[in-house]
């Protein structure tokens, strides 16, 4: 019941830069909450991405960049490099759920 | 180290109970709420649970109150997700998460559930 909306895949070739949106509602993102970003490699657990709309943890190379704006967040990776082939999930907390919710997902594939 | 180590796979037949297992290590396990989140197998992530071990409050999404149950033992470090009755739909990687803000930075390796008769 993922109430975050991403686009099922997206791609590109080493060195170029994509993007993955997230369009949320006036209970989440609209309300204000912040929206986080999770990076899945194949067969490992979420590992946090961006924190606080474009907070990275240490560790996280600068080439990933958060935003926000009204009802959406947008995740870029500049420099695409074949480790970044993975699953990437956004987050936020939702006021009608009284918790936190997740994007349905997107799959980076690289070229 | 900073951890969260989760209990071992599962395999369960319908209607068994089921306690999984989340140890903390490294960090004071009162201080932060620890959740517990599901990816059935090819999806995405959901939100189950979530408590504070400080003084065990709890809160759950509401697709799975009811469904399961949420715990913490801090005399231990650990945290538990529970069925009483287990159901196919069940199946699923279940992993536990530390919460420092509104977000989860730290996750455990996870644990597969498998329900089948």
């Known amino acids: 019941q993922s109430v975050l909306t991403q686009p099922p895949s997206v791609s590109g070739a080493p060195g170029q830069r994509v993007t993955i949106s997230c369009t949320g509602s006036?209970?989440?993102?609209?309300?204000?909450?912040?929206v986080h970003w999770y990076q899945q490699l194949p067969g490992t657990a979420p590992k946090l991405l961006i924190y606080?709309?474009?907070n990275r943890p240490s560790g996280v190379p600068d080439r990933f960049s958060g935003s926000k704006s009204g009802t959406s967040a947008s995740l870029a990776i500049t420099g695409l490099q074949a480790e970044d082939e993975a699953d990437y999930y956004c987050?936020?907390?939702?006021?009608?759920?009284?918790?936190?919710?997740f994007g349905t997902g997107t799959k980076v594939t690289v070229l | 180290e900073v951890q969260l180590a989760q209990s071992g796979a599962e395999v369960k037949k319908p209607g068994e109970s089921l306690k999984i297992s989340c140890k903390a290590s490294?960090?004071?396990?009162?201080?932060?709420?620890i959740g517990w989140v599901r990816q059935m197998p090819g999806k995405g992530l959901e939100w189950m649970a979530i408590?504070?071990?400080?003084?065990?409050?709890?809160r759950y999404n509401p697709s799975f109150q009811g469904q399961v149950t949420i715990s913490a033992d801090k005399s231990i470090t650990t945290a538990y997700l529970q069925w009483s009755s287990l159901k196919a739909s069940d199946t699923a990687m279940y992993y536990c998460?530390?919460?420092?803000?509104?977000?989860?930075?730290?996750w455990g390796q996870g644990t597969l559930v498998t329900v089948s008769s």
């Open positions: 490294g960090y004071r396990f009162t201080n932060y709420w």
């Open positions: 006036s209970s989440n993102i609209g309300a204000g909450y912040d």
């Open positions: 606080g709309n474009n």
């Open positions: 408590i504070y071990p400080g003084d065990s409050d709890t």
């Open positions: 998460a530390r919460r420092p803000g509104y977000y989860f930075d730290l």
């Open positions: 987050q936020s907390y939702d006021s009608s759920l009284s918790g936190y919710v």
